[in-house]
């Protein structure tokens, strides 16, 4: 047992080794196709990881497995758990013959290419290689144990690109979608609240540094993130 966990441990050191190499190459990078591959690549590895675990792997896996997949797969739709959005995904997955690996492997890879796209948005605002190492670390093993509320957090995480560029209508499509899938999602509108509040404010010449805004804003997600994944 003990030499299991060693082998686990290293497994996922080597893991985190390459995908942060693969961050940095990408911010060194200065030709887009490249940037384009080295993020692909850190998204299909955590993806494939994701997709291949075993069923005991994660708290929700064997449940999800038993209580939404078995039920659909044996026609019972109406029976399934999780939201509308969640069991339309594994009916349109298990119709075409996939099983329930490759159901948990695109669920990951959506949930990821979501979280690591925005990321890369985010670079801007610091390191993308220090972001990806802190999302491994706290939230990779997180997203095996509740993959239904990290799609759902992805969405509302990505879409927050929306509400710099004041796209508010298609930000509350985002969160709504992602209400069909978890319905804590519903915490994603605070972010819409917080964004308001910071218009008027600047309309009524508040001082009020940009980018520590922005940062704030980053810290309130990643707030936001734990609560959805301690719910």
């Known amino acids: 047992m003990g030499t299991e966990y060693l082998n ?26 490249r940037r384009r591959i080295f993020i692909i690549a850190i998204i299909m590895l955590l993806s494939l990881i994701a997709g291949i675990r075993g069923y005991d792997i994660g708290r ?5 497995y038993s209580s939404t997949y078995q039920r659909i797969v044996d026609g019972r739709f109406n029976a399934a758990h999780g939201g509308i959005l969640y069991s339309a995904i594994f009916y349109l997955i298990s119709s075409i013959g996939g099983n329930y690996s490759c159901i948990l492997f695109i669920v990951a890879l959506v949930s990821y290419s979501l979280i690591i796209v925005r990321l890369w ?4 605002y610091s390191y993308f290689s220090l972001m990806i190492f802190a999302f491994y670390c706290l939230w990779f093993p997180v997203s095996l144990n509740v993959t239904r509320q990290f799609l759902s957090i992805a969405m509302v995480f990505f879409a927050t690109r929306f509400l710099e ?58 707030i936001l993130i734990g609560v959805f994944l301690l719910y």
Do not use: P, W
């Open 121 to 124: 948005d985010l670079g801007k």
């Open 60 to 64: 929700d896996t064997s449940i999800y």
């Open 165 to 222: 560029l004041d796209k508010k209508i298609l930000f509350c499509l985002y969160v709504i979608l992602a209400m069909l899938i978890h319905s804590i999602s519903i915490l994603g509108f605070g972010l819409l609240i917080i964004n308001c509040l910071n218009n008027k404010h600047n309309r009524k010449n508040f001082t009020l540094n940009f980018s520590t805004y922005k940062h704030s804003k980053f810290f309130f997600i990643a």
């Open 8 to 33: 686990s441990y290293i497994f996922y050191v080597v893991i985190l080794i390459i995908i942060t190499m693969l961050a940095k190459l990408a911010e060194c990078s200065q030709s887009v196709s």
